[in-house]
């Protein structure tokens, strides 16, 4: 448990109920969770939640100058990505830049020659159209597994390989996932 100060514009009314507004609860988290990783990941589905921005939270830095936990906050705070949609997500895209690689765009939107919508990638390079996508193929739904084959399909058609990402490759073969983004990355013409 804590004690803190709350300024005003801190404390939002939602559903008549007083809270900390986005910005002071990601102040708060970045503060005192000890986790790198645990950090980000909440700070990232806070993100994505509110659309809390780091410079609105950078507001709240610089009205408690002094504040305990500030150079943990500092440090998790270019990590954040509003556009990771899960802890699995955040935590890919951390090991590929611990490993360093460029911070992968988040929620790629890729559309065909016509406009038309193809599909949403999690991760990726888009200027060298190589996607990462963390979880498992749908393979226990016929009509899942159909539609998952025509959309990889037509993003090969496209022009862009894909890195899948399982929990297995995550937690025991990280080597592996940053080997396989970077073979993509130099096919791609990508040089470090």
């Not at 065909?112 to 159209?129: E, N, P, S, T």
């Not at 390989?161 to 490759?169: A, F, M």
């Amino acid at each position: 448990m804590h004690t803190e100060t709350l300024l005003p514009g801190e404390v939002v009314e939602v559903d008549g109920m007083p809270v900390t507004s986005p910005a002071r609860k990601a102040f708060d988290v970045g503060r005192w969770t000890f986790s790198r990783l645990h950090a980000v990941q909440r700070l990232d589905a806070l993100a994505n939640a509110t659309d809390v921005k780091t410079n609105d939270v950078e507001a709240v830095i610089a009205e408690h100058r002094g504040t305990r936990g500030l150079v943990r906050l500092r440090a998790v705070l270019p990590l954040v990505d509003g556009g990771a949609e899960s802890p699995q997500e955040t935590r890919t895209r951390l090991v590929l830049i611990d490993a360093g690689l460029p911070a992968p765009q988040t929620q790629i939107r890729v559309c065909d020659q016509y406009g038309d919508f193809v599909a949403r990638i999690d991760m990726g390079y888009g200027d060298l159209r190589v996607g990462i996508e963390y979880g498992p193929q749908h393979w226990t739904d016929p009509e899942q597994r159909d539609r998952d084959t025509d959309r990889h399909t037509a993003l090969l058609d496209l022009g862009w390989t894909i890195i899948r990402v399982s929990s297995d490759l995550l937690r025991y073969r990280q080597g592996t996932v940053i080997a396989r983004v970077v073979a993509a990355m130099q096919a791609a013409g990508w040089r470090p």
